[in-house]
């Protein structure tokens, strides 16, 4: 019956599509950490949009300002034009995120999606400095299109551009050698070497933890110590949260464990709340040197995005309920998984707040532990080089009793997959 | 006053901020071709959101099948994943738009923008071909990323990528010299010439009329033989229907009116109907060479805009009243216009349906006539290399008696300005 | 018996050995116009190094300072320290090339090809302007270092690269549209387009003659007419003269014929007198921005190339004589196979000085008259992008019955490949 | 009066002239390992002509047969005709060079200089193995010409191209870390994981010991890793024996002493034997997939540079003599030099045979030395990132009272310098 139902996306949707092969059904409606399909099953979401529905789906405090702004025919796409809804999100941002924080960034609107901040970012840097080279690290993520593919790891994707990608050098992420080689030995030497034949980075672009790459955890120390390095040789510090940005690993922006203030941020995923397209980045008002328009993008002005944006900052973060009670969730995963992890071979844990990863040694087994569990009704997906980490991104707003279902369903999953 | 009700935008806001330098004041909501602002004062749109809003603003048949997605809980944000919304798209693109017009396009579904499905041809070409050079048009424009910047004509935009932008050479584009010169004789020399030092490209990519670059307009029979030219040296053919696609010049794709069936085609604007987020790249089946993820984007499944999208298509490409309409109406402008451009030295006209530019022999006149245009409630901004015209870009939903006010706000302008 | 002697090379040398092929024997010694292999046959060489035997083999003016140089002791590899040898050389071009026609052009000794020459051009023009790209012109050849190959128009040369070739345009040399289209018109448009797509230039850098292209010939107006167009926009001129200068043309420099002074020209070939490789860079005083070593190559100081360079300046230079008698032998050339060409079908001439070119309708008969003239001891060989050019290239020094002879066995070979 | 008399060079020359700055003298005549100026002062030469002396200046088993050669009217200029001088060339390495060392290398007659060499070596491992990235090492130095310059280092030397050297990675050389960090971690690790955002390279360029780096010697277990780890991957491995070839470390070739096989090998400077321009690339004979011509020079048969080659390799390299003597002087230096070297603080010695390189902790020292040095009649340069290292590389033919000599006029200035 399935396969007839999905007779069109078959026929007519290109070889590209991908999640549809891992979860071989069709959705129909969402709520909260729960999907449905139309035959009326319903999947534990630990998965979350791939981090955007950090509120989880169609949250009902973002859902109502949504449907009221539509229906009162609020401006729905308005470029860069001044609005009555980018106004009070700016508001929001300045006194819900910004002010307690310290924090004076200007904000830029690029287009709605994480690759496109990342390319209006590295733009940025490059005009500012005046150089061409971007480090990025080993395994890092920052998106699909030809500039913020150039910083990106895997393989396969850079495979896809069609050409060399070029002005960029990857670093080794922090725990790249396990601990055996000094933090940074490599990267201050060759930035200190002026015959390393390493050219002067415009940046460094970082996640500080690596989503796609395998929930792979940059410690604050190694981020302080970065941070460090690019402010005495004024190279540029940049950090994609666009994925563990708003809230993923406990606070709003993930740098805040280390206490730095990088010099340009870029947020998406989650920031418009509801799952809706939006992206912003953000810099030192110093580095403010776009002319009008430089850099641009049709959907810029996404209204309905500012809407559950603004809801979302307001409703989320006025206090740091949500970030204790992610860091708690995340504790419970550290308990639960840990005892797992100690007590299966071949298996491991790492991540921080609600980002977790169940690393295997045997990487088949995590794509047939997903697989388990979509039949087992959690929906969970496999990051990493190889496709060895089972990757855990529950919406912060799973609720406790859904928390120990999914660890529940996923600890039968690996049980039945180890059992093989 | 404004000025303090806008202080938000001038403290946080970036400088890369554009239309609301042009439009100073903030709007709040919109209903078909009309804009308001915070002080009730009402706008006539011949803007159409860059031409994302062919439909215009927050059209009823639109929006009530909306709000009633987004109350009944319809996925949000989908990625990939199949979900009712999207199948019933895919059906209805099928039926209504592919079938009658005899296309086998395959649907990819890349990131909402524009130029993310640039950059999505632009790889599947060079993939396909194994070759990296594009052939992209003098005064061409197709997007910001690092990708699509590299076709782009702007110098001012390119200068931005702050790394130089490679694997793409411009050719001229129909009329650049007036006809002085045999279409295509450079291109098809340096293409047959194996010392031109050209690479053999992978792919052209091409507008039908270039919105950005001054409303250029090329004639069918040049894009026949440019597709002729193509086809006969197994280079991809591209059109980047973005901003004429939808219904912009009249049929549903700019490229009907020279009979041609580009390799790939990309939308985005007016696709999703409401202004929402959303892009399309589509293909010759044979060119669906992907491998699954291959090029991705967290918000390729927006789904709300689906839900849009395939309202618009089949509500107004179930038949051709829109394309008649739309022809007509371009007519109407071309009549008005026409004869105003008859009457005063220094100006004349060009455009297809309903995208339209008046050209200025002075080009200081065009910003000072969508300044003064801006001030008497019509809002219509300049395009080309100096901005020296004026571009018409009413929604296709325009009704005879706006089209005529507007039509009179513009000319009045045009008197005024030239009355300086 | 030459299959047996030549087991060496077969077996040694690589793939990549090509004139060998042509011309199947070993060659022994050499004395003016003629070559002898080593079965004591005899051939009449119009062909002359390629270019860098202007004054023939060993020339007995040339020789006799160079053995005693040798025999002295004098430096033989003196990088750039300062050596008698190169005083003298450098006084001599001040006092015989430069102070008669007025220019002032530094002096740069790169390293001894003229790849190397072309490549410190593009250097010191791409440091000075700060600008990257190129414009070269099309079936233009400028040598196959990975800059040089940037600006070569020969696409199974460029492929070779490896790598994309890029920073370089091509633009229509002249009469590459037969004189159906202006000259410049492309050129010039793009430059001034802001929204071309073409990135502002570096500098230009342009045969007169393109040798290896096929003995495309550019007239004097259309240089003054580039040199004019490149003045007014401050884009550097690179005249690439290694090959037509040294007076393979007439005058020293092929530009002179112009009445323009490029800002950069580029030396080879025949520069050294004797064959020995040495390659100079010139270019204006307000240009030589070099910091110490910038630029540098360990043969840069190849001095016996020194001493047989300023012997041949000193004694072909002093006077008009080799001008006026080159030209004369040009034109000794163009009444000869001018006849033959208007009575043979298929075959035209074209050429200046001693460079002309035999072209062919069918270009196959090309490599076949070259292959009868070898037989019948003459060299000769093709260049133009499909090797339809019989290339004349004799020493200037050529006698007029030398001269008369190599013109009565050409004939004879176009006669019997016309005959087949 | 030495300034009156080279007022030529300040008025003619380019300001790029780097060692007539450091040794401010006119040279005329110059004879084993001593050269003499136009005042009549010997200075003695530990410096080789950067290392293309190997036999010393002008030697007279080399001298006579170049002598003849051009007396006899031997072909000077060749290209890659076949020519007798070539063949005899050829079948010494054959028999001379390979065979003893069971090596089957093809051989290519590249244009006469190292950087064309590499340009190449580097062409032909893109072609083989369609990959396009080539990893090079920190403090490598390979050439100016782009392809050369974008392996090579020097921070200063890389800004000169004015265009982003792409398409190249450095790795750490041996000793980088001064042994804190495993041989090959990082180029290991990054190969070998697929989403390290490294793309497969075509080649490995190393240099066994990098003189103008700063005299760093890689270790034979090293480069044997290197070897390894690179076949294992399919990466071909280019050896750069421009300067350490001919016997430098002592072996013809320096990559002898760790018992491997390149896959591709380069040479210059001393291969001439006489100081005259010429280059080799030699590869495995699976490898030679050149095309006829692909890659040419018009200077790539300099054939009195042939003979002196062959004169010398026959002369020199029929025996071990060398070699052993070599070796022997090499300890002589590190006898001398490195009491030297204990004695005095901020002082250490490194180098292999007959490159050894004086390291200074205060790198201003070095440049004094060398000055000091001059000024007594002895040449030698200054290498390393910041010029801290003093290089000798005195001709291998350097007699044992000319190197004591030497030694001293070097300890004596490192006295004077030290005193200040």
Not at 32 to 43: F, H, I, S
Not at 81 to 87: C, L, Y
Not at 199 to 208: F, K, Y
Not at 259 to 276: E, Q
């Amino acid at each position: 019956m399935i396969t007839a139902e999905k007779t069109i996306f078959e026929e007519l949707e290109s070889n590209v599509r991908g999640y549809c092969r891992a979860w071989p059904t069709v959705f129909t409606t969402a709520k909260g950490t729960w999907l449905r399909d139309e035959d009326g099953k319903d999947y534990l979401d630990f998965f979350a949009g791939a981090g955007a529905l950090n509120y989880g789906h169609n949250h009902p405090v973002l859902k109502q300002p949504l449907l009221d702004y539509i229906a009162s025919d609020g401006i729905t796409h308005g470029l860069d034009m001044s609005t009555v809804a980018k106004r009070k999100l700016l508001e929001t941002l300045r006194d819900t995120i910004f002010a307690p924080r310290g924090l004076d960034y200007k904000v830029q609107f690029p287009g709605p999606t994480g690759a496109n901040a990342v390319e209006a970012a590295l733009k940025l840097a490059r005009k500012i400095t005046g150089r061409k080279t971007i480090l990025s690290f080993t395994n890092a993520f920052h998106g699909m299109t030809l500039g913020a593919l150039s910083v990106t790891g895997n393989a396969a994707k850079r495979a896809g551009a069609g050409v060399p990608l070029v002005h960029a050098t990857p670093m080794p992420y922090d725990g790249y050698f396990d601990g055996t080689t000094a933090d940074f030995q490599w990267m201050e030497r060759v930035l200190d070497d002026s015959s390393s034949g390493f050219d002067r980075p415009a940046a460094v672009i970082v996640e500080t933890v690596q989503g796609e790459g395998g929930v792979n955890v940059a410690r604050a120390e190694w981020l302080r110590h970065l941070a460090g390095l690019c402010a005495a040789r004024e190279i540029l510090l940049i950090v994609d949260d666009v994925q563990m940005g708003c809230g993923r690993t406990g606070p709003f922006f993930s740098f805040e464990v280390a206490g730095i203030t990088p010099d340009i941020v870029t947020l998406s995923k989650s920031i418009g709340g509801y799952g809706l397209p939006m992206a912003l980045v953000l810099f030192k008002p110093e580095l403010d040197q776009w002319a009008p328009g430089e850099h641009n993008g049709t959907f810029r002005g996404n209204n309905p995005a500012f809407v559950t944006a603004q809801v979302a900052l307001e409703h989320f973060w006025s206090d740091d309920a949500l970030q204790t009670s992610t860091l708690a969730k995340g504790e419970r995963i550290e308990q639960v998984l840990g005892r797992l992890a100690a007590e299966v071979p071949g298996v491991s844990l790492r991540g921080r707040g609600l980002v977790q990863g169940v690393v295997f040694d045997d990487p088949s087994q995590a794509s047939k532990v997903c697989q388990v569990a979509f039949e087992r009704g959690l929906l969970v997906e496999t990051s990493g080089s190889m496709d060895e980490v089972v990757k855990l991104l529950p919406p912060l707003t799973v609720s406790d009793e859904e928390l120990d279902l999914g660890l529940d369903l996923l600890s039968t999953a690996i049980d039945t997959v180890g059992g093989h």
